[in-house]
């Protein structure tokens, strides 16, 4: 009995068909044309995909889009001492205070900023604070530590 080899197996009967051969005379199903239809870029050459037939392409409409995103950078979540001031926070305040009473989100660093003015004494443990921020708490009595998470 034969052994069994690659070189021995052949597809189904059924199972595959011939190449097609365009453009090979005007006798066939394909010659002439060759199933381009008549006339125009189409016909003469190959388009991209992404070819508007000449209005000024999508990469270039939306300009925006395009470009390099830095992955480093450090992104804030913002908070005013005019909201700390309107919802009357005393004490010890850190980002998990400051999700707690709604004025940040889930994640993410958070950034004091110096908008409106401090009354009560807060110490406050933060990512980052600016200049007039820091200022401020330090005259209504407060402390200011930053924290790295």
């Known amino acids: 009995m034969k052994k069994l080899r690659f070189h021995h197996l052949k597809p189904t009967p059924g199972s595959t068909k011939q190449k097609l051969r365009k453009?090979?005379?005007?006798?066939g199903k394909r010659g002439k044309t060759a199933g381009r239809g008549t006339k125009g870029t189409g016909a003469r050459k190959t388009v991209?995909?992404?070819?508007?037939g000449g209005q000024i392409p999508l990469y270039r409409r939306?300009?925006?889009?395009?470009?390099?995103?830095?992955?480093?950078?450090?992104?804030?979540?913002?908070?005013?001492?005019?909201?700390?001031?309107?919802?009357?926070?005393?004490g010890e305040v850190t980002p998990d205070t400051l999700r707690e009473l709604g004025l940040t989100r889930?994640?993410?660093?958070?950034?004091?900023?110096?908008?409106?003015?401090?009354?009560?004494?807060?110490?406050?443990?933060?990512?980052?604070?600016?200049?007039?921020?820091?200022?401020?708490?330090e005259k209504a009595g407060g402390s200011v530590e930053i924290i790295n998470e």
Not at 23 to 27: I, L, P, T, V, W
Not at 67 to 76: E, V
Not at 111 to 137: R, Y
Request: aromatic fraction near 4%; charged fraction near 30%.
């Open 62 to 90: 939306i300009p925006k889009v395009r470009g390099l995103n830095n992955q480093a950078k450090m992104a804030y979540v913002v908070v005013n001492l005019s909201e700390l001031e309107q919802r009357e926070v005393e």
């Open 23 to 27: 453009g090979r005379g005007e006798a």
């Open 106 to 137: 889930k994640k993410g660093l958070v950034k004091v900023l110096g908008d409106g003015e401090l009354t009560k004494k807060i110490d406050l443990k933060i990512h980052a604070i600016s200049a007039v921020a820091k200022q401020k708490i």
């Open 48 to 52: 991209p995909a992404f070819f508007e």
